[in-house]
């Protein structure tokens, strides 16, 4: 027992490995990847956010918490840079395909992780300004 629990511990563990072992995502990689997709993602086994991937690079994300934000992203190799329309600096991150989905790393930093949690049915809830206000 202790010894497929070993076993099942360390091949949790290699599941990581791919993202560090290959190369980041290049921006068509991203975009043939993403376009179309609500992607779910957590950090630290907590739910975090999501993101509407549109056409021509556009994209809208959320705490989900019914606010959106409307951006765009694009390539500064090696990484892939989001811009939103409230004004504050991109946001950079490398992604890498994983079996298990999208992991992205903050400005390379594999201390902090983003990992894809699924894939939404529908596009992401998002409230007109100071709705309930």
């Not at 694009?74 to 600096?89: L, S, V």
């Amino acid at each position: 027992m202790i010894r497929t629990c070993l076993a099942l511990a360390f091949s949790l563990g290699l599941a990581a490995l791919p993202a560090m072992a290959q190369d980041p995502m290049t921006g068509p990689e991203f975009e043939a990847y993403t376009t179309g997709k609500t992607l779910l993602y957590g950090i630290g086994g907590e739910v975090y956010g999501g993101e509407d991937y549109l056409p021509g690079r556009r994209v809208r994300w959320s705490f989900l918490d019914g606010r959106c934000l409307a951006g765009e992203w694009y390539e500064e190799a090696p990484f892939i840079c989001f811009a939103y329309e409230d004004g504050t600096a991109p946001v950079c991150w490398t992604f890498f395909e994983t079996p298990d989905g999208l992991v992205a790393y903050l400005d390379g930093d594999e201390g902090q992780a983003l990992y894809e949690t699924g894939e939404a049915v529908e596009p992401l809830m998002c409230l007109g300004p100071e709705v309930g206000v």
